[in-house]
Nanobody
Framework: VQLQASGGGLAQAGESLRLSCAPS????????MNWYRQAPGKQRELVAE???????GYAAAVKGRFTISRDNAKNTVYLDMDSLKPEDTGVYYC?????????WGQGTQVTVSS
């Protein structure tokens, strides 16, 4: 399974960015899709998750600002990031969990300046 992530880039605090992730297999074969991020010098952390039944979860640090969604027609998962903060800076990774196996995208850089 390959995950192609895109989006990200540079933003100022308070602005918005959108990340996209397209898996190489149908969504219907992927029970859970996640977005993780890794800030410099820190461990990778779970940011948001969405299940095939559209159940969603968010890290406390992003709840109310980030929205994860799945577009079944486009076979793409999105992470809409609003009210960005400098502490949101990091490399964002798309992730899929299938039968206990973790698949990762290549990562996309998000940099938020104050």
């Amino acid at each position: 399974v390959q995950l192609q992530a895109s989006g990200g880039g540079l933003a100022q605090a308070g602005e918005s960015l959108r990340l996209s992730c397209a898996p190489s297999i149908s969504f219907f074969n992927i029970p859970i899709m996640n977005w993780y991020r890794q800030a410099p010098g820190k461990q990778r952390e779970l940011v948001a998750e969405v299940t095939s039944s559209e159940n969603k979860g968010y890290a406390a640090a992003v709840k109310g600002r980030f929205t994860i969604s799945r577009d079944n027609a486009k076979n793409t998962v999105y992470l809409d990031m609003d009210s960005l903060k400098p502490e949101d800076t990091g490399v964002y990774y798309c992730n899929a969990i299938i039968r206990g196996v973790y698949y990762w995208g290549q990562g996309t850089q998000v940099t938020v300046s104050s």
